[in-house]
């Protein structure tokens, strides 16, 4: 036996020929219900140190005896098979049983919870590969099934469709007019206006097309991208008077004053006879070194103390809307770009007609005046936090926080445009290329892009800021918006050739503008997105009164005069008589 362990078995150790009688278990007690489970034990029957000693043969068994037991003799001595250890005998003599506690994972329980786990993971996997297989080869979302009769039952909205941006379409169409119409494709150009003017009624943009469209009536081209001098409409020619009945008079002169041979004689009016007057001659055309005409165009006068260029054209203007003084930037070549910027070089020549570009940029005051007089109120009222009623800024600031958009609806309502970075460079460098508007010696204070509005100072505040024309304020306070697409290799198509008045690349697909003033220097550049607001990009205009001249083609020789007749003395007129 033993110990007393309710839970262990008793056995018996069978007899020196392995013939014992069959171990009696002990019962166990009966668990009290709720009690939780306790592991089994694991048993291992010691073996003896000693080796046992030498058995005698057994005897043959008896035809009636029962089968030898199977079980292995208990007096076997030796390691044990799970613990290598060799029990020690007892003092009795009697030998023992070595007991292990069951690992808890390894307990009935255990193996039921993980079979229950591992069938609902099983199920759950099938169950999800039936609902993919259905819904991607059975399922169909939008059956098409017969449709109710009509019996005038209401069919219910769904949710409405989102807010289509007109002004933003109108816009895109107008500027695809625009193009056709700067490529020499008129008709493309008004017939995308017609349908513009039709399509987007009652949209600002369908008035801005309407107003294309009446410009050709005006002798004046679609779009203004350089406002020029409207021609004049051919005045008409009056009537042909008829010719006057002849007039007989009689010569009271004596016979001998009568001159012989093929002479005319005419003889002066006499009282009361009406002179006929000669046709009157065809005016001739002007030669082609000509300075044209030097009216301003509608809206802009000369300056009270302006005084009057060799051009002809006065060197400044101040216009009705905006009040705002330009000078005049006489035409000629002028060098542009400088090769010690990658994005400026080549330098190359540029031929520029005259033109006018504001003294400074546009003002808060300024744009103040063109809210008041135009419908423009851009993205929303709070698009421009100088103008904001709590804290305006002063009138004589430079207006900045305007996008592109922005600055070509001041421009057009102006009557003027934005410069180009041809004209923009031309009236910071002058003629002599310059590398600040003021000359070659670098400023003597630099300054920083401003942070806010409020750190912009007033227009005109720095005199030494002047170019030789008269404009202020190109080398700092705020960059400026330019009528140019940006292209960074531009200059390098313009290179070993003079070009009339450029207007940069072409604007498709390309996503940026070029501003000017931002590095200091006339020939500075760099690109800006023109959605941007920032607080240190502003404009000005400008205003082109001349085009580039047509090419001079030489009148047709004229056909010889007709020789006259030999029989008429040298000194007489030859006159049908």
């Known amino acids: ?50 080796p046992p000693p030498p058995r005698a043969a057994p005897a043959p068994p008896k035809a009636d005896a029962p089968p030898p ?38 307990t009935y329980e255990t193996r039921q919870r993980v079979r229950l786990a591992t069938g609902a993971l099983f199920v759950f996997v099938i169950g999800l590969g039936c609902y993919i297989l259905y819904n991607t080869f059975f399922y169909d979302p939008f059956p098409m099934g017969p449709l109710p009769p009509d019996d005038g039952y209401v069919v219910e909205a769904g949710p409405s469709a989102p807010k289509v941006d007109v002004e933003g379409e109108a816009r895109a169409m107008l500027t695809r007019a625009r193009d056709a119409a700067k490529n020499g494709r008129t008709d493309e150009a008004v017939a995308l206006l017609d349908q513009l003017a039709k399509t987007y009624k009652n949209t600002r943009t369908a008035a801005e097309a309407k107003e294309a469209l009446e410009r050709p009536s005006r002798n004046l081209p679609l779009f203004l991208d350089g406002p020029t001098v409207a021609a004049a409409p051919p005045q008409p020619q009056p009537p042909a008077q008829p010719a006057p009945p002849p007039t007989t008079v009689v010569d009271a002169r004596p016979a001998a004053a009568e001159v012989k041979g093929n002479a005319v004689l005419v003889p002066p009016p006499g009282p009361g006879e009406t002179p006929v007057a000669a046709p009157p001659a065809e005016t001739a055309s002007a030669s082609p070194g000509e300075p044209p005409d030097r009216r301003l165009p509608a809206g802009f006068a000369a300056a009270a103390d302006a005084a009057f260029d060799p051009s002809g054209w006065p060197t400044a203007i101040v216009g009705d809307r905006d009040g705002a003084t330009m000078v005049l930037v006489a035409g000629g070549v002028f060098p542009m770009g400088d090769g010690r910027d990658p994005s400026a070089s080549p330098v190359h020549k540029v031929r520029l007609s005259s033109f006018y570009i504001d003294r400074h940029e546009v003002t808060v005051g300024q744009f103040r005046r063109f809210l008041a007089g135009s419908r423009y109120r851009g993205k929303s009222t709070s698009t421009w936090p100088q103008l904001d009623e709590k804290d305006p800024a002063p009138d004589d600031r430079p207006m900045v926080m305007v996008s592109h958009a922005d600055a070509l609806a001041y421009a057009e309502w102006a009557g003027k445009a934005l410069p180009t970075e041809a004209q923009w460079e031309a009236a910071a460098r002058t003629t002599d290329g310059r590398t600040y508007p003021w000359g070659d010696d670098p400023p003597k204070v630099a300054r920083k892009r401003p942070s806010r509005p409020s750190d912009l100072a007033a227009v005109m505040a720095s005199p030494e800021d002047r170019s030789a024309y008269g404009a202020f304020d190109l080398a700092g306070n705020a960059l400026e918006w330019t009528a140019d697409a940006w292209d960074r290799n531009y200059y390098r198509t313009l290179a070993g050739q003079v070009y009339d008045d450029p207007t940069g690349p072409d604007a498709r697909g390309r996503s940026d503008v070029v501003v000017k003033g931002g590095k200091g220097t006339g020939a500075g550049r760099e690109p800006i997105g023109p959605e941007k607001r920032l607080t240190y990009v502003g404009f000005r205009c400008a205003l082109q009164v001349e085009r580039p001249a047509a090419p001079v083609v030489a009148p047709p020789p004229a056909s010889p005069a007709p020789a006259a007749p030999a029989a008429n003395p040298a000194g007489q007129p030859v006159v049908p008589f």
């Open 1 to 50: 036996m033993i110990g007393d362990a309710p839970d262990e078995y008793d056995l018996a150790d069978p007899d020196e020929s392995g013939e014992g009688p069959a171990p009696t278990p002990t019962p166990r007690p009966t668990p009290l219900p709720g009690a939780p489970g306790r592991p089994l034990p694991r048993m291992w029957k010691s073996e003896d140190d000693e």
């Open 69 to 106: 037991s199977r079980r292995r003799p208990a007096d076997d001595s030796g390691p044990t098979r799970k613990t290598g250890l060799k029990p020690k005998p007892a003092e009795d003599g009697e030998k023992k049983v070595l007991v292990e506690d069951t690992p808890v994972l390894d």
